[in-house]
C-alpha cells in the first residue's frame, strides 16, 4: 500500500510568514495525526482527526497553528504567523480505528526552518 | 513529572553487546505500549508492542512492569544497525479514541 505523502519536504521562511503542509494519509485510515518534533525531542502531538472531527487539539497553538480535513482524507496545517520557536518537523501520521488504531504509519516529515 | 521519560543516551556500545532502556510513565491508566525505532533525519517506526507478559521478537525483548510504571526494551547481540533513537510511547484510551504519547526517545550508537 502506499504510504503517507507529506509536502513540502522543506520549508524555509522569515519569521512573521505563513506556511502551510499537506498530508495525505493512507487509504482507509480513518485517524489522522499531526505531530510537531523539535530537534532532540520526541514526536508531540498537535491534532487528532477521526475521519473529518478533531478529537484532540489540547496541544495545539491555536492562536497561530490550524488544521483541517474537510473531506475526512488529507489534511493541511498552517502556521500564520510562525515564531523562530516553531522550527522543527511535523510529521503527519496515520492509523486504522478499533485494533489497529495503536499502530502509526508516519509519512517522512515536513521540515521547517524559522528564521 | 512528565508523562513518558526516557534516558536520552547516548548509550554506546560495542557490536555484539546487550543493551537496555527503561521509560517510566506518570498515567496509571495508560493501557498500552509501545516501542518505535527513528533512524536520524527519518520517521519512527513501529519496532513492537510491550505485552504484560512480556515479549520477545528476535533479538528484541520488551517488558512491562504496571506495578512500577516502568516498560523495558532489551536488545542482544547488537548489531551496527541497531544504532537509532528508540522512543517509549504510551497510550491512553480516552472516550473511545487512542491518545498516543511519545517520549524524547533514547539514542543508541553501536560501534564496530
Known amino acids: 500500500e502506499a504510504g503517507v505523502a507529506q509536502s513540502p519536504r522543506y520549508k524555509i521562511i522569515e519569521k512573521r510568514q505563513s506556511v502551510a503542509f499537506w498530508c495525505n494519509p493512507i487509504?482507509?485510515?480513518?485517524?489522522l495525526y499531526w505531530y510537531q518534533q523539535i530537534l532532540g525531542q520526541g514526536p508531540k502531538l498537535l491534532i487528532q482527526?477521526?475521519?473529518?472531527?478533531?478529537?484532540?487539539d489540547s496541544q495545539l497553538p491555536k492562536d497561530r497553528f490550524s488544521a483541517e480535513r474537510l473531506k475526512g482524507v488529507d489534511s493541511t496545517l498552517k502556521i500564520q504567523p510562525a515564531k523562530l520557536e516553531d522550527s522543527a518537523v511535523y510529521l503527519c501520521?496515520?492509523?486504522?480505528?478499533?485494533?489497529?488504531?495503536?499502530?502509526?504509519?508516519f509519512g517522512a516529515g515536513s521540515r521547517l526552518t524559522v528564521l | 513529572r512528565k508523562e513518558v521519560e526516557q534516558d536520552p543516551g547516548p548509550f554506546n556500545v560495542p557490536e555484539g553487546a546487550t543493551v537496555a532502556f527503561n521509560c517510566t510513565y506518570s498515567?496509571?491508566?495508560?493501557?498500552?505500549f509501545f516501542w518505535y525505532r527513528q533512524d536520524c533525519r527519518k520517521e519512527p517506526k513501529l519496532l513492537m508492542s510491550?505485552?504484560?507478559s512480556g515479549n520477545e521478537d528476535g533479538r528484541f525483548t520488551a517488558q512491562l512492569n504496571r506495578a512500577s510504571q516502568y516498560i523495558s526494551l532489551l536488545i542482544r547481540d547488537s548489531k551496527l544497525s541497531d544504532s537509532a533513537t528508540y522512543l517509549c510511547?504510551?497510550?491512553?484510551?480516552?472516550?473511545?479514541?487512542?491518545?498516543?504519547?511519545f517520549g524524547k526517545g533514547t539514542m543508541l550508537l553501536v560501534s564496530p
Open positions: 501520521a496515520s492509523s486504522r480505528t478499533g485494533a489497529g488504531a495503536n499502530v502509526l504509519t
Open positions: 487509504s482507509g485510515h480513518a485517524t
Open positions: 482527526f477521526q475521519n473529518n472531527g478533531v478529537v484532540d
Open positions: 498515567n496509571s491508566a495508560s493501557q498500552s
Open positions: 510491550v505485552y504484560s
Open positions: 510511547v504510551v497510550n491512553m484510551d480516552n472516550s473511545g479514541y487512542s491518545t498516543l504519547t
